[in-house]
């Protein structure tokens, strides 16, 4: 069976730095990754997506996200972090039946 | 496009009574729908598996009759919380995939509901 681990529960950064934000996985065949966002009391964003192709996945918001096989991680970036950037973000693996497996998920506080 | 709503967003009700939510894919037709189960501060929880037509596959550990699930239309999926109880409080999200099968099964997801059993 799939699964997805974030090690990191909070995680805070300063408006303007560097954010990063891990994410192994657990699956047997290749997989298809997702990382999505949600801000309090709302649904999931969709952030990007790797089904297969580029390792490194460009998605909304200034988001990047980069797959290794090797490490079996699929991190999630961005250069410089905005307020409006905290919140919860997961990861997530999608098995052959199209079931998501999502990680615990990792908070994200901006400070000024 | 690949908007997905959900109704209500909030909802409170008393200890047994039962509560219907609903999840609508607005501008596409989804031939699956999912139903996750979201506790304060954790991830979420696959409930259930819905195709239109036939009757919803439940995750192991989902009581099938107190969480009834009907996909009556390729648009439309409902979640009915039968005698609810405080412990089945909780945010219910729901998403909804374009296509059965290959790239296009991607999830989209609605804005969930927050249910509150006093």
């Known amino acids: 069976a799939q699964s997805v681990t974030q090690p990191d529960i909070h995680i805070t950064v300063s408006e303007g730095a560097s954010l990063e934000l891990r994410c192994n996985y657990s699956?047997?065949?290749?997989?298809?990754l997702f990382w999505y966002v949600q801000s309090p009391g709302q649904g999931l964003q969709l952030l990007l997506k790797y089904f297969s192709g580029d390792t490194l996945v460009q998605g909304i918001k200034g988001f990047e996200a980069e797959f290794k096989r090797s490490q079996s991680s699929f991190n999630l970036r961005k250069p410089s972090v905005h307020w409006s950037d905290a919140a919860e973000y997961f990861c997530a693996v999608r098995s052959n039946d199209y079931k998501l497996s999502f990680g615990a998920g990792t908070t994200v506080t901006v400070r000024a | 496009g690949a908007v997905v709503s959900q109704h209500p967003s909030w909802v409170i009700c008393k200890s047994g009574t039962s509560v219907k939510i609903e999840c609508r894919s607005l501008d596409f037709q989804a031939t699956t729908m999912f139903w996750y189960r979201q506790f304060p501060k954790q991830s979420l929880m696959l409930m259930a598996t819905s195709n239109e037509g036939s009757k919803a596959t439940y995750e192991q550990g989902v009581e099938k009759d107190k969480f009834l699930i009907n996909h009556a239309s390729l648009t439309l999926s409902t979640l009915t919380v039968t005698s609810a109880h405080p412990e089945d409080s909780s945010f219910y999200i729901c998403?909804?995939?374009?296509?059965?099968?290959?790239?296009?099964?991607?999830?989209?997801f609605g804005p969930g509901t927050r249910l509150t059993v006093l």
């Open positions: 699956y047997g065949a290749t997989p298809y």
């Open positions: 998403s909804a995939s374009k296509v059965a099968g290959g790239l296009g099964g991607e999830q989209f």
